[in-house]
């Protein structure tokens, strides 16, 4: 799976977007762009995936540039309960699972 | 949807003796779990691959001796860290993957193993 790059920490204004980048220059053709989140203490969760178009769901937006060698997740209006590390992941679908963590960026919302 | 629960949420052994994890999927069917291990700090590593009725897939540097992992059916995988030692403390994080939606990965709130 291809290695992803992203910065160590970010703050945020409550009710501002967040917009968290991800490098991931050697993506290859068959990868998709994973990101979950960890809030402290708890499992990861899912927030969204996309391999070429910009996605969005009820969570977040997740948009691909065109070379696909990075992308940027958009929290639209932040809330205290986004703190926590955001991974961006890079993989095969049918590797489910099998997901390299880095390290993540953490996103602390302020008041 | 799409639970996965792990049991116990936190444990205390004294070094030397066993301890079991539990991972359950909830409400779906999980031909694939995967154990993720997570030391203060750091982010997950992955431990493991675990399929029902086979033997799990061990990554580079993870002692299968040492770490016991059991798919005994779709729905419950489990981590035995034996002879566990004060090094072994940390976040035990399960996954687990839907049969047919490989695409999808849940994980489970985790276990803090503590070795006094």
């Known amino acids: 799976d291809a290695k992803t790059t992203q910065p160590p920490s970010m703050d945020c204004a409550e009710g501002r977007a967040a917009n968290l980048p991800c490098n991931h220059s050697t993506i290859s053709g068959n990868e998709y762009v994973y990101w979950y989140r960890q809030i402290h203490s708890q499992g990861p969760q899912y927030i969204i995936h996309g391999l070429k178009n910009n996605e969005t769901n009820e969570m977040a937006s997740l948009i691909i540039t065109e070379d696909r060698k990075s992308s940027t997740l958009i929290l639209p209006h932040a809330t205290l309960r986004d703190t926590a590390v955001y991974y961006c992941?890079?993989?095969?679908?049918?590797?489910?699972?099998?997901?390299?963590f880095g390290d993540g960026t953490t996103l602390t919302v302020k008041p | 949807g799409a639970v996965v629960s792990q049991h116990p949420s936190w444990v205390i052994c004294k070094s030397g003796t066993s301890v079991k994890i539990e991972c359950r999927s909830l409400d779906f069917q999980a031909t694939t779990m995967f154990w993720y291990r997570q030391f203060p700090k750091q982010s997950l590593m992955l431990m493991a691959t675990?399929?029902?009725?086979?033997?799990?897939?061990?990554e580079q540097g993870v002692e299968k001796d040492k770490f016991l992992i059991n798919h005994a059916s779709l729905t419950l995988s489990t981590l035995t860290v034996t002879s566990a030692h004060p090094e072994d403390s940390s976040f035990y994080i399960c996954?687990?993957?839907?049969?047919?939606?490989?695409?999808?990965?849940?994980f489970g709130p985790g276990t803090r193993l503590t070795v006094t």
């Open positions: 996954s687990a993957s839907r049969s047919g939606r490989s695409y999808e990965q849940y």
């Open positions: 675990s399929n029902e009725g086979s033997k799990a897939t061990y």
């Open positions: 992941i890079v993989r095969v679908t049918h590797n489910a699972g099998k997901s390299t």
